[in-house]
């Protein structure tokens, strides 16, 4: 009983670790963009296979993760350390120019036919929700398992990526709103206070990884 609830206590601690890279706030608008000639039902149909298709791209390789790191002898506290850093680069892009990489693609919306494209995948899905930050997080959250709770811990970062995804569900079905709510400042303001938080993360895992190398020398 007692790991249960360790467990459960674990699940927000990885959806919080989560939301600030994934930020489903900086892909607002570029679904508002993409889906505006869309009809309403044809735009949540949009923001649900982009959460569907994120979540099933972050579990893929959490449950891989393992397998990449032994098919490449690549050690945990490099992970750990590879994820902190490429997820510090993304959190200081959205702090000092307003958005994260994952968050841009390299064509203009005005440039895409409209009419019938699904974006649900690509870009929505991968690479703005599920991007290489969001993949870096899950496999750090991955390598931090414990052997002898493998399962437990798969379904605890299984749950929290679930919660995350919902979250960017609910923010991608309610784009238009939030976008008249908060405006462009109010939406580059809370990316920002997002970095900030998204570099508290990364330092921690920097640090749990330097932390183990010293270790593992020692």
Wanted: hydrophobic share 55%; net charge neutral.
């Amino acid at each position: 009983m007692s790991i249960l609830l360790e467990a459960l206590r674990h699940v927000p601690l990885v959806a919080i670790g989560l939301l600030p890279i994934m930020n489903p706030l900086s892909t607002v608008p570029l679904f508002l963009a993409l889906t505006r000639r869309m009809s309403a039902e044809h735009k949540r149909q949009q923001a649900l296979r982009a959460s569907i298709y994120a979540f099933g791209v972050l579990a893929v390789f959490l449950l891989l993760g393992n397998s990449i790191i032994k098919l490449f002898g690549i050690s945990l506290p490099g992970i750990r350390v590879a994820g902190g850093l490429i997820i510090l680069v993304l959190a200081f892009r959205m702090l000092f120019a307003g958005e994260g990489e994952e968050a841009s693609i390299d064509s203009e919306p005005a440039d895409i036919k409209q009419a019938s494209i699904d974006f649900s995948f690509s870009p929505l899905a991968m690479p703005s929700l599920a991007g290489p930050g969001s993949i870096a997080v899950v496999m750090s959250y991955g390598s931090q398992i414990p052997d002898e709770h493998l399962v437990l811990g798969y379904a605890v970062v299984l749950t929290g990526i679930m919660i995350t995804v919902l979250v960017a569900f609910a923010a991608l079905s309610c784009a238009g709103w939030i976008s008249r709510f908060l405006g462009e400042h109010g939406i580059q303001a809370v990316t920002k206070i997002m970095g900030f938080l998204l570099t508290c993360v990364a330092v921690q895992f920097i640090a749990s990884g330097i932390r183990d190398f010293v270790a593992s020398f020692a």
